[in-house]
């Protein structure tokens, strides 16, 4: 098993926004449905911590991760979650560094 864990920072004033992105879109529903995820969750910050999300999930494999971050559903959300997260934190917006998080 393994555990990926994906750190947000959502921009001023949007961290409900994101965390109703995750919810609308249904992300860790389809997630935990994705062969090989065992859980998956999203956590807010409750100090003043750079980010303020965490998403974690438990994979059985590496290959099963990877097979997430490569599937295209996943990829077509990434305009949307991006214009919620800060751009500072952000170590490259262009597309093809984006997301940040592949493994």
């Known amino acids: 098993m ?3 864990v994906l750190t947000l920072q959502a ?3 949007l961290g409900g926004e994101l965390e109703a992105f995750y919810a609308d879109q249904r992300i860790l529903e389809r997630a935990r449905a994705f062969p090989g ?3 998956a969750e ?3 910050s409750v100090d ?3 980010a ?3 998403v974690i999930a438990d994979w059985d494999s590496a290959v099963d991760y990877r097979n997430w971050v490569d599937d295209p559903w996943r990829a077509s959300l990434s305009e949307g979650l991006f214009a ?3 751009k500072n934190e952000l170590p490259d917006p262009s597309p093809s560094a984006w997301p940040p ?3």
Do not use: K, N, Y
Request: hydrophobic share 40%.
């Open 84 to 86: 919620l997260l800060d």
């Open 42 to 44: 999203l956590l807010r």
């Open 37 to 39: 995820c065992r859980a």
């Open 101 to 103: 998080w592949r493994p």
């Open 2 to 4: 393994i555990r990926s």
């Open 11 to 13: 921009a001023a004033g």
């Open 48 to 50: 003043d911590s750079p």
């Open 52 to 54: 303020t999300h965490l």
